[in-house]
Protein backbone atom coordinates (compact mmCIF):
# COMPACT_ATOMS: atom_id res chain seq x y z
CA UNK A 1 0.00 0.00 0.00
CA UNK A 2 1.26 3.39 -0.69
CA UNK A 3 3.14 5.23 2.55
CA UNK A 4 2.65 2.27 4.25
CA UNK A 5 6.50 2.17 4.59
CA UNK A 6 7.00 6.07 5.67
CA UNK A 7 3.83 4.74 7.76
CA UNK A 8 5.37 2.39 9.47
CA UNK A 9 8.60 4.54 10.49
CA UNK A 10 6.58 7.10 11.66
CA UNK A 11 4.74 4.85 14.21
CA UNK A 12 7.79 3.75 15.98
CA UNK A 13 9.28 7.08 15.17
CA UNK A 14 12.35 8.66 16.71
CA UNK A 15 13.69 9.79 20.14
CA UNK A 16 13.58 13.75 18.33
CA UNK A 17 9.90 13.22 16.54
CA UNK A 18 8.58 11.75 20.19
CA UNK A 19 9.63 14.62 22.18
CA UNK A 20 8.83 16.49 19.60
CA UNK A 21 5.16 14.80 19.55
CA UNK A 22 4.69 15.82 23.25
CA UNK A 23 3.62 19.79 22.13
CA UNK A 24 0.84 18.62 20.14
CA UNK A 25 -2.16 16.79 20.75
CA UNK A 26 -1.63 14.24 18.42
CA UNK A 27 -4.84 12.65 16.51
CA UNK A 28 -4.56 9.82 13.88
CA UNK A 29 -7.60 10.78 11.10
CA UNK A 30 -8.00 7.44 8.96
CA UNK A 31 -12.30 7.99 8.56
CA UNK A 32 -13.03 11.47 6.88
CA UNK A 33 -16.61 11.69 7.38
CA UNK A 34 -16.41 14.27 10.28
CA UNK A 35 -13.43 16.10 9.29
CA UNK A 36 -13.97 19.83 8.86
CA UNK A 37 -13.83 20.73 5.43
CA UNK A 38 -14.25 24.36 5.71
CA UNK A 39 -10.49 24.22 8.03
CA UNK A 40 -8.57 21.26 6.87
CA UNK A 41 -7.89 21.18 3.62
CA UNK A 42 -4.74 19.45 1.90
CA UNK A 43 -3.97 17.23 -1.10
CA UNK A 44 -6.92 14.48 -1.01
CA UNK A 45 -5.23 12.74 -3.44
CA UNK A 46 -2.28 11.66 -0.93
CA UNK A 47 -2.29 8.72 0.68
CA UNK A 48 -0.14 10.15 3.98
CA UNK A 49 -1.08 13.87 4.97
CA UNK A 50 -0.12 16.02 8.20
CA UNK A 51 -1.11 19.36 9.24
CA UNK A 52 -0.98 21.04 12.76
CA UNK A 53 -3.12 23.54 14.35
CA UNK A 54 -3.27 25.65 16.97
CA UNK A 55 -6.36 25.93 19.13
CA UNK A 56 -8.33 28.33 17.02
CA UNK A 57 -8.40 26.11 13.87
CA UNK A 58 -5.59 28.23 11.78
CA UNK A 59 -3.39 25.52 9.87
CA UNK A 60 0.04 26.30 10.98
CA UNK A 61 2.16 23.76 8.40
CA UNK A 62 1.35 20.74 5.87
CA UNK A 63 3.15 17.82 5.41
CA UNK A 64 3.19 15.19 2.58
CA UNK A 65 3.85 15.27 -0.82
CA UNK A 66 5.35 12.88 -3.77
CA UNK A 67 6.13 13.44 -7.36
CA UNK A 68 4.76 10.74 -10.47
CA UNK A 69 7.45 8.55 -9.64
CA UNK A 70 7.01 7.06 -6.18
CA UNK A 71 4.56 8.16 -3.24
CA UNK A 72 6.95 7.94 -0.44
CA UNK A 73 9.37 10.75 -2.89
CA UNK A 74 8.59 13.31 -0.24
CA UNK A 75 8.50 11.42 2.79
CA UNK A 76 11.59 11.26 5.36
CA UNK A 77 11.56 11.23 9.24
CA UNK A 78 14.49 14.00 8.85
CA UNK A 79 11.96 16.50 6.87
CA UNK A 80 8.96 15.05 9.37
CA UNK A 81 11.28 16.20 12.44
CA UNK A 82 11.64 20.08 10.90
CA UNK A 83 8.02 20.33 10.21
CA UNK A 84 7.30 19.81 13.91
CA UNK A 85 9.84 21.87 14.47
CA UNK A 86 8.82 24.93 12.37
CA UNK A 87 5.13 23.96 13.76
CA UNK A 88 6.63 24.46 17.23
CA UNK A 89 8.37 27.91 15.89
CA UNK A 90 5.04 29.21 14.15
CA UNK A 91 2.42 28.53 17.42
CA UNK A 92 5.12 30.36 19.33
CA UNK A 93 5.20 33.77 16.75
CA UNK A 94 2.73 36.72 17.79
CA UNK A 95 -0.98 35.73 16.78
CA UNK A 96 -1.18 38.23 14.06
CA UNK A 97 1.39 36.39 12.18
CA UNK A 98 -1.15 33.73 11.85
CA UNK A 99 -4.07 35.25 10.33
CA UNK A 100 -7.33 35.79 11.65
CA UNK A 101 -9.17 32.48 12.56
CA UNK A 102 -11.22 30.59 10.50
CA UNK A 103 -14.85 32.13 10.05
CA UNK A 104 -16.67 29.42 7.95
CA UNK A 105 -18.96 27.53 9.45
CA UNK A 106 -18.08 24.07 10.24
CA UNK A 107 -18.60 22.28 6.96
CA UNK A 108 -18.21 18.55 6.84
CA UNK A 109 -18.63 15.62 3.82
CA UNK A 110 -21.96 14.64 4.85
CA UNK A 111 -23.41 17.67 3.58
CA UNK A 112 -22.38 17.52 0.15
CA UNK A 113 -25.56 16.35 -1.84
CA UNK A 114 -24.15 13.75 -3.88
CA UNK A 115 -22.39 11.77 -0.80
CA UNK A 116 -25.35 12.04 1.14
CA UNK A 117 -27.45 10.16 -1.44
CA UNK A 118 -24.77 7.46 -1.85
CA UNK A 119 -24.57 7.52 1.95
CA UNK A 120 -28.26 6.39 2.22
CA UNK A 121 -28.22 3.77 -0.86
CA UNK A 122 -25.47 2.14 0.80
CA UNK A 123 -23.88 2.93 3.97
CA UNK A 124 -20.13 3.98 3.74
CA UNK A 125 -18.19 2.89 6.26
CA UNK A 126 -15.07 4.78 5.85
CA UNK A 127 -14.62 7.69 4.18
CA UNK A 128 -11.05 7.92 2.17
CA UNK A 129 -9.38 10.90 1.50
CA UNK A 130 -9.72 10.76 -2.42
CA UNK A 131 -13.55 10.62 -2.01
CA UNK A 132 -13.50 14.06 -0.74
CA UNK A 133 -12.38 14.95 -4.38
CA UNK A 134 -14.91 12.19 -6.03
CA UNK A 135 -18.03 14.04 -4.19
CA UNK A 136 -17.00 17.44 -4.25
CA UNK A 137 -16.54 16.91 -8.10
CA UNK A 138 -20.12 15.65 -8.46
CA UNK A 139 -21.67 18.36 -6.50
CA UNK A 140 -20.06 21.24 -8.69
CA UNK A 141 -20.81 19.39 -11.84
CA UNK A 142 -24.66 19.11 -10.70
CA UNK A 143 -24.32 22.62 -9.60
CA UNK A 144 -22.90 23.65 -13.16
CA UNK A 145 -19.90 25.19 -11.42
CA UNK A 146 -17.27 23.21 -12.37
CA UNK A 147 -14.38 24.48 -14.90
CA UNK A 148 -11.88 22.07 -16.48
CA UNK A 149 -9.03 24.31 -15.13
CA UNK A 150 -10.60 23.01 -11.94
CA UNK A 151 -8.68 19.24 -11.93
CA UNK A 152 -5.21 20.81 -12.00
CA UNK A 153 -5.50 20.72 -8.10
CA UNK A 154 -2.59 20.84 -6.03
CA UNK A 155 -0.24 21.97 -8.56
CA UNK A 156 3.58 20.31 -8.27
CA UNK A 157 6.20 23.04 -8.16
CA UNK A 158 7.64 21.40 -11.53
CA UNK A 159 4.65 24.31 -12.38
CA UNK A 160 7.14 26.64 -10.99
CA UNK A 161 10.19 25.39 -12.89
CA UNK A 162 11.95 24.18 -9.42
CA UNK A 163 11.86 21.54 -6.86
CA UNK A 164 13.11 20.99 -2.95
CA UNK A 165 15.12 18.80 -1.35
CA UNK A 166 13.45 15.63 0.31
CA UNK A 167 14.82 16.29 3.67
CA UNK A 168 15.13 20.08 4.01
CA UNK A 169 11.80 21.11 1.55
CA UNK A 170 12.72 25.27 2.43
CA UNK A 171 15.86 24.58 0.38
CA UNK A 172 15.44 24.21 -3.26
CA UNK A 173 17.52 21.52 -5.11
CA UNK A 174 17.24 22.55 -8.70
CA UNK A 175 16.01 25.07 -10.73
CA UNK A 176 14.36 24.96 -14.46
CA UNK A 177 16.49 26.74 -17.29
CA UNK A 178 13.73 28.99 -18.35
CA UNK A 179 11.35 28.40 -16.04
CA UNK A 180 9.41 30.80 -13.60
CA UNK A 181 12.04 30.42 -11.18
CA UNK A 182 15.46 30.75 -13.16
CA UNK A 183 13.75 34.20 -14.92
CA UNK A 184 12.99 35.70 -11.49
CA UNK A 185 16.36 34.87 -10.16
CA UNK A 186 15.76 32.14 -8.16
CA UNK A 187 18.64 29.54 -7.60
CA UNK A 188 19.38 25.87 -6.43
CA UNK A 189 20.75 26.38 -2.64
CA UNK A 190 18.35 28.76 -1.46
CA UNK A 191 15.37 28.80 1.19
CA UNK A 192 12.03 29.55 0.29
CA UNK A 193 10.82 31.23 3.58
CA UNK A 194 7.22 32.64 2.78
CA UNK A 195 5.71 32.24 -0.92
CA UNK A 196 2.29 34.73 -1.43
CA UNK A 197 3.42 35.82 2.19
CA UNK A 198 2.65 32.83 3.80
CA UNK A 199 5.76 31.16 5.94
CA UNK A 200 6.75 27.99 4.23
CA UNK A 201 7.97 24.99 5.95
CA UNK A 202 7.51 22.20 3.61
CA UNK A 203 6.93 21.31 -0.26
CA UNK A 204 3.34 20.73 0.84
CA UNK A 205 2.90 24.42 2.69
CA UNK A 206 3.85 26.10 -1.02
CA UNK A 207 1.46 23.64 -3.19
CA UNK A 208 -0.86 25.51 -0.29
CA UNK A 209 -0.35 28.78 -1.95
CA UNK A 210 -0.48 27.39 -5.22
CA UNK A 211 -3.74 25.41 -5.01
CA UNK A 212 -5.87 28.61 -4.76
CA UNK A 213 -4.01 30.32 -7.38
CA UNK A 214 -5.68 31.08 -10.76
CA UNK A 215 -4.98 28.67 -14.03
CA UNK A 216 -4.58 31.97 -15.77
CA UNK A 217 -1.53 33.84 -16.09
CA UNK A 218 -0.75 35.22 -12.51
CA UNK A 219 2.54 36.31 -10.14
CA UNK A 220 3.57 35.09 -7.11
CA UNK A 221 6.06 36.48 -4.39
CA UNK A 222 8.57 34.17 -2.73
CA UNK A 223 10.82 35.40 0.28
CA UNK A 224 14.16 33.35 -0.31
CA UNK A 225 17.05 33.17 1.74
CA UNK A 226 20.36 33.77 0.32
CA UNK A 227 23.64 32.13 0.23
CA UNK A 228 26.41 33.47 2.79
CA UNK A 229 27.99 34.65 -0.28
CA UNK A 230 25.09 36.90 -1.50
CA UNK A 231 23.89 38.28 1.67
CA UNK A 232 22.75 41.56 2.23
CA UNK A 233 21.58 42.92 6.07
CA UNK A 234 18.77 40.55 6.64
CA UNK A 235 19.87 37.96 4.22
CA UNK A 236 16.93 37.77 2.33
CA UNK A 237 15.76 38.74 -1.06
CA UNK A 238 11.76 39.16 -2.54
CA UNK A 239 11.62 37.73 -5.73
CA UNK A 240 8.33 37.89 -8.34
CA UNK A 241 7.63 34.70 -10.51
CA UNK A 242 5.38 35.71 -13.62
CA UNK A 243 3.14 32.28 -14.46
CA UNK A 244 1.95 31.75 -17.89
CA UNK A 245 -1.85 31.60 -18.93
CA UNK A 246 -2.33 27.22 -18.40
CA UNK A 247 0.88 26.91 -15.74
CA UNK A 248 -0.79 24.42 -13.80
CA UNK A 249 -1.20 22.03 -16.59
CA UNK A 250 0.86 19.31 -16.69
CA UNK A 251 0.76 15.53 -19.21
CA UNK A 252 -1.27 13.07 -18.58
CA UNK A 253 2.15 10.53 -17.29
CA UNK A 254 2.52 12.94 -14.44
CA UNK A 255 -1.40 13.34 -13.29
CA UNK A 256 -1.74 9.32 -13.50
CA UNK A 257 -0.77 8.68 -9.66
CA UNK A 258 -3.90 11.13 -8.58
CA UNK A 259 -6.97 9.04 -8.11
CA UNK A 260 -8.88 11.89 -8.83
CA UNK A 261 -8.73 11.06 -12.79
CA UNK A 262 -11.10 8.42 -12.26
CA UNK A 263 -14.02 11.31 -11.81
CA UNK A 264 -12.60 12.92 -14.72
CA UNK A 265 -14.93 12.06 -18.31
CA UNK A 266 -14.74 10.84 -21.23
CA UNK A 267 -13.56 8.02 -19.79
CA UNK A 268 -12.74 4.67 -22.00
CA UNK A 269 -15.30 2.71 -20.29
CA UNK A 270 -12.54 -0.28 -19.95
CA UNK A 271 -8.81 -1.70 -18.39
CA UNK A 272 -6.78 -3.94 -17.06
CA UNK A 273 -3.53 -4.92 -15.93
CA UNK A 274 -0.73 -4.23 -18.66
CA UNK A 275 0.86 -7.31 -19.82
CA UNK A 276 4.47 -8.02 -18.49
CA UNK A 277 7.59 -8.94 -20.72
CA UNK A 278 7.05 -12.76 -20.67
CA UNK A 279 3.67 -12.37 -21.39
CA UNK A 280 4.42 -9.87 -24.75
CA UNK A 281 7.08 -12.64 -25.46
CA UNK A 282 4.76 -15.58 -26.05
CA UNK A 283 2.33 -12.85 -28.14
CA UNK A 284 4.84 -11.98 -30.00
CA UNK A 285 4.82 -8.20 -29.04
CA UNK A 286 7.54 -6.04 -29.11
CA UNK A 287 9.01 -5.99 -25.36
CA UNK A 288 9.29 -2.03 -25.14
CA UNK A 289 5.68 -1.98 -26.18
CA UNK A 290 2.61 -1.09 -23.98
CA UNK A 291 -0.22 -3.98 -24.19
CA UNK A 292 -3.27 -4.43 -21.59
CA UNK A 293 -5.27 -7.28 -21.29
CA UNK A 294 -9.01 -6.02 -20.49
CA UNK A 295 -10.22 -6.59 -17.59
CA UNK A 296 -13.43 -5.19 -17.06
CA UNK A 297 -15.73 -2.83 -19.16
CA UNK A 298 -17.84 -0.91 -16.92
CA UNK A 299 -21.37 -1.17 -18.52
CA UNK A 300 -22.81 -1.57 -14.92
CA UNK A 301 -23.19 1.25 -11.96
CA UNK A 302 -24.08 4.71 -12.24
CA UNK A 303 -22.38 5.92 -15.62
CA UNK A 304 -21.98 2.67 -17.59
CA UNK A 305 -22.71 4.14 -21.30
CA UNK A 306 -18.57 4.52 -21.97
CA UNK A 307 -18.45 0.65 -20.84
CA UNK A 308 -21.70 -0.46 -23.07
CA UNK A 309 -19.72 1.88 -25.81
CA UNK A 310 -16.85 -0.28 -26.06
CA UNK A 311 -18.92 -3.63 -26.10
CA UNK A 312 -20.74 -1.98 -29.17
CA UNK A 313 -17.48 -1.60 -30.70
CA UNK A 314 -16.95 -5.15 -30.18
CA UNK A 315 -14.00 -5.07 -27.34
CA UNK A 316 -14.59 -8.06 -24.72
CA UNK A 317 -13.01 -9.23 -21.84
CA UNK A 318 -9.89 -11.10 -22.17
CA UNK A 319 -9.10 -9.18 -25.40
CA UNK A 320 -5.28 -7.58 -25.52
CA UNK A 321 -5.22 -4.32 -26.38
CA UNK A 322 -2.26 -3.15 -28.16
CA UNK A 323 -2.62 0.30 -28.93
CA UNK A 324 -5.53 3.37 -28.24
CA UNK A 325 -5.56 6.17 -31.27
CA UNK A 326 -1.84 4.67 -32.57
CA UNK A 327 -0.41 5.00 -28.89
CA UNK A 328 1.39 2.08 -27.46
CA UNK A 329 3.96 4.03 -25.56
CA UNK A 330 1.50 4.07 -22.01
CA UNK A 331 4.17 3.37 -18.37
CA UNK A 332 0.81 1.65 -16.94
CA UNK A 333 -2.74 1.69 -16.84
CA UNK A 334 -2.90 4.54 -14.59
CA UNK A 335 -1.11 6.72 -17.34
CA UNK A 336 -3.61 5.49 -19.92
CA UNK A 337 -6.52 6.51 -18.02
CA UNK A 338 -5.32 9.99 -17.49
CA UNK A 339 -4.26 10.18 -21.16
CA UNK A 340 -7.88 9.21 -22.41
CA UNK A 341 -9.73 11.76 -20.27
CA UNK A 342 -7.28 14.43 -21.30
CA UNK A 343 -7.26 13.74 -25.02
CA UNK A 344 -10.56 12.52 -26.01
CA UNK A 345 -13.60 13.96 -26.97
CA UNK A 346 -17.07 13.28 -26.45
CA UNK A 347 -18.84 12.46 -29.08
CA UNK A 348 -15.41 11.31 -31.53
CA UNK A 349 -14.10 7.87 -32.54
CA UNK A 350 -11.38 6.68 -31.38
CA UNK A 351 -9.48 3.63 -33.14
CA UNK A 352 -8.79 0.50 -30.43
CA UNK A 353 -6.44 -1.67 -31.59
CA UNK A 354 -6.47 -5.64 -29.95
CA UNK A 355 -5.04 -9.01 -30.16
CA UNK A 356 -7.49 -11.89 -29.75
CA UNK A 357 -7.21 -15.66 -30.40
CA UNK A 358 -3.75 -14.38 -31.96
CA UNK A 359 -5.19 -12.11 -34.53
CA UNK A 360 -5.03 -8.32 -35.17
CA UNK A 361 -8.12 -6.25 -35.27
CA UNK A 362 -9.17 -2.91 -35.57
CA UNK A 363 -12.15 -1.31 -33.48
CA UNK A 364 -13.85 1.49 -33.67
CA UNK A 365 -15.26 3.20 -30.70
CA UNK A 366 -17.76 6.15 -30.14
CA UNK A 367 -16.35 8.27 -26.81
CA UNK A 368 -19.21 8.50 -25.08
CA UNK A 369 -19.54 10.29 -21.38
Not at 147 to 159: F, H, I, M, V
Not at 246 to 274: H, I, M, N, T, V
Amino acid sequence: MDCSSFDGQLAVATPRIAELAKAFVCVRVTDLRTLDLARYRFDFDLTFAALTADAAGRVLHRYGGRDAKDAESFLSLTSFERFLEASQKSFAADDATRGPAPASPRRTIAQSKSFAKRDARERMDCVHCHMINEFEFKDAVDAKRWRPEQKWNWPDLARLGLEVECDDQQKIAWVEAGGPAARAGVRPGQSILRAGGRPIATRADLQAVLHPLPAGATKLELQVELELALRDSDGTQTVTLALPDGWKACDAREYAWRAFKWSLEPGPGFGGKPLDAEEKRKLGLPREAWAMRVGYLVTWGDKPAAGKSAQAAGLRQGDIVTAVAGKNDFSGEDHFQAWFRFTQKTGSKVDVEVLRDGKRQKLQMKVVE
